[in-house]
C-alpha cells in the first residue's frame, strides 16, 4: 500500500491551500484516513481524520480553518485549508489507518506517506 500527497506549497499569510492523498496497492477497506504534520524541532502532530462513515477529528489549533473530507470509492483524502498560519508551516503526512488488504478477516496496518511541505510566510 502506497500514499502519495499532493498539493503542498508556498503561500502568504491568510491564504489557502488543498493537500490530497491518494492510496494505491491491494485494498480492501481503510478505517480512517487524514493528515499529520511535523514542523523543525517538533513531534508529528495529528491535523485532521476522517472515517470511513465521516466522522471526524480535528486539531483544536485547525478547527474552523482545516476541512478534511474524502472519497471512499476512490481511496483519496483531502485537507481544504483556509486563512493558513505561519504557524502552520510542516511537512504533512497523509496517513491511512486500520487498513485491510485482501480481505476482512486479514490483519489491518497503518500507513504513512512521504510527506509534503507546506511553508505559509508572514
Known amino acids: 500500500v502506497q500514499l502519495v500527497e499532493s498539493g503542498g506549497g508556498l503561500v502568504q499569510a491568510g491564504g489557502s491551500l488543498r493537500l490530497s492523498c491518494a492510496a494505491s496497492?491491494?485494498?480492501?477497506?481503510?478505517?480512517?484516513m487524514g493528515w499529520y504534520r511535523q514542523a523543525p524541532g517538533w513531534q508529528r502532530e495529528l491535523v485532521a481524520m476522517?472515517?470511513?462513515?465521516?466522522?471526524?477529528n480535528y486539531a483544536d489549533s485547525v478547527k474552523g480553518r482545516f476541512t478534511v473530507s474524502r472519497d471512499n470509492a476512490k481511496k483519496t483524502v483531502s485537507l481544504q485549508m483556509e486563512n493558513l498560519k505561519p504557524e502552520d508551516t510542516a511537512v504533512y503526512y497523509c496517513?491511512?489507518?486500520?487498513?485491510?488488504?485482501?480481505?476482512?478477516?486479514?490483519?489491518?496496518?497503518?500507513?504513512w506517506g512521504r510527506g509534503t511541505q507546506v511553508t505559509v510566510s508572514s
Open positions: 496497492g491491494t485494498i480492501y477497506s481503510i478505517r480512517s
Open positions: 496517513r491511512a489507518e486500520r487498513v485491510k488488504e485482501r480481505h476482512a478477516f486479514t490483519p489491518f496496518h497503518d500507513y
Open positions: 476522517i472515517t470511513s462513515d465521516g466522522n471526524t
